[in-house]
Structures are given as structure tokens and as C-alpha cells.
């Protein structure tokens, strides 16, 4: 079975563009979480979805926004990208979102 | 948010040797993961462990929740082993609030 895919792997961007990256849960998991991981530290928690509803948020501005698909993939948009959003998003996936997760390998985000 | 710290948060290892790494968490919790994460930044799942004892072939975990810490044992390192290792923890809600990360380098 294949495991969380994310897309693109890489992406270079400009500040103030927007950006929207993908993510695939393992099949028969329907809840996606989001994680952005600056270097040099653990990953931060950005959104929890569970069955196309937003069950968690952790603390981002309103640039960063998200949703899940009845497919149970997702999407991450992040809109008037700062130097600062560059980083390694990575998603994982989990059967209800209080259980293990497991990863992808993650976008990495770089804006200039 | 739940405080996580880790120690050591780094540690370099001749081949063959054991290690201990350890967690320490502000708060009751019900989720408990270990993580590696290896140089491409992949986060490999080790042990979902929030209480007991688990064991993987050279690795096992034990989490003390009554006094909020977790142990991470490797023993008879390889060099694949290098990495970071990352300590997550989760309470009733739905994210995950990792540590810092012990980054381990095993030298041949």
C-alpha cells in the first residue's frame, strides 16, 4: 500500500505570492494534519481535518488556510508568502486524527 | 501548549555502542510517538507508546506517564541510525507537539 504522498517535493517562490500544496492520506485514513518544520527545530502544527471538517488549528495567521476533499486528500494555501514561511510542510495522516500518524516526505518551501 | 524538552540534544556514537534518549512532557497525555527523521526529512514512525514498554528489534521505548517521561533505547548502533530523533506528544486534542530533537550521528 503506498504511504502519505505530498506535492510538489520542492518550490521556489516570491514574497507575497501564494502558494498551494497537496497531500494524499494512506487509503482508509480520513483524517490529514499539516505541520510546518523551520530548520533547526520540531514541526509545529498548522491544521487537523477529520471527514472534510477542520477539527484542529494551531497557531498561524489567516494566511494559511485548508481543506480536505471528499477523497480525503487535502490542500495547504498559504497566500502573501514572507521569507519567513520558508520551511519543510509536511502532512500526515492517521484513521481518525487521535491515533499514530504517519508522514509524508514532505514539500520543502523556499521564499525569496 | 504541552512543553516537550529532549535530551541530549546531541549525541555522536561509535558504531556499536547503545544509547538512551530521553523525553520529559509538562502534561498528562494520551498520544506519545517517536520519530525518526532521516536526511531527506522523512519522519519515520518508531513506537506509538503514550504508556508501557515496546520493542522493535535494536530499538525499544518505555513511557512513565504518571511522571511524564519517556525513553527512547537504541542498542548496537549502525550508521543508519544517524538522524534526528523527535519525541511528539498529544492530549485529547488533535495535534501533535514535538520536541526538539536529539540529532544522533553514529561514526563508523
Known amino acids: 500500500d503506498a504511504g502519505v504522498t505530498q506535492s510538489p517535493t520542492h518550490l521556489i517562490k516570491t514574497r507575497g505570492q501564494h502558494v498551494t500544496l497537496r497531500c494524499s492520506p494512506i487509503?482508509?485514513?480520513?483524517?490529514v494534519s499539516w505541520y510546518q518544520q523551520v530548520l533547526g527545530q520540531g514541526p509545529q502544527f498548522i491544521f487537523q481535518?477529520?471527514?472534510?471538517?477542520?477539527?484542529g488549528r494551531g497557531n498561524f495567521p489567516d494566511r494559511f488556510s485548508a481543506r480536505q476533499f471528499p477523497n480525503y486528500s487535502s490542500e495547504l494555501n498559504v497566500n502573501a508568502l514572507l521569507l519567513g514561511d520558508s520551511a519543510l510542510y509536511l502532512c500526515?495522516?492517521?484513521?481518525?486524527?487521535?491515533?499514530?500518524?504517519?508522514f509524508g516526505p514532505g514539500t520543502r518551501l523556499l521564499v525569496l | 501548549g504541552i512543553q516537550v524538552e529532549q535530551s541530549p540534544p546531541d549525541l555522536i556514537l561509535q558504531e556499536g555502542a547503545n544509547s538512551t534518549l530521553r523525553c520529559n512532557f509538562s502534561?498528562?497525555?494520551?498520544?506519545l510517538q517517536w520519530f525518526h527523521q532521516n536526511p531527506w526529512g522523512q519522519l519515520i514512525n518508531l513506537f506509538y507508546?503514550?504508556?508501557g514498554t515496546k520493542q522493535n528489534g535494536r530499538l525499544s521505548a518505555t513511557t512513565v506517564a504518571t511522571e511524564r517521561y519517556s525513553l527512547l533505547y537504541i542498542s548496537s548502533s549502525q550508521t543508519t541510525d544517524s538522524g534526528v530523533y523527535f519525541c511528539?506528544?498529544?492530549?485529547?486534542?488533535?495535534?501533535?507537539?514535538f520536541g526538539t530533537g536529539t540529532r544522533l550521528t553514529v561514526i563508523p
Open positions: 511528539a506528544v498529544g492530549a485529547g486534542a488533535n495535534n501533535l507537539f
Open positions: 507508546i503514550p504508556s
Open positions: 500526515a495522516s492517521s484513521l481518525s486524527g487521535q491515533e499514530t500518524q504517519y
Open positions: 487509503s482508509g485514513h480520513k483524517s
Open positions: 502534561d498528562s497525555v494520551n498520544n
Open positions: 481535518y477529520y471527514e472534510k471538517e477542520e477539527r
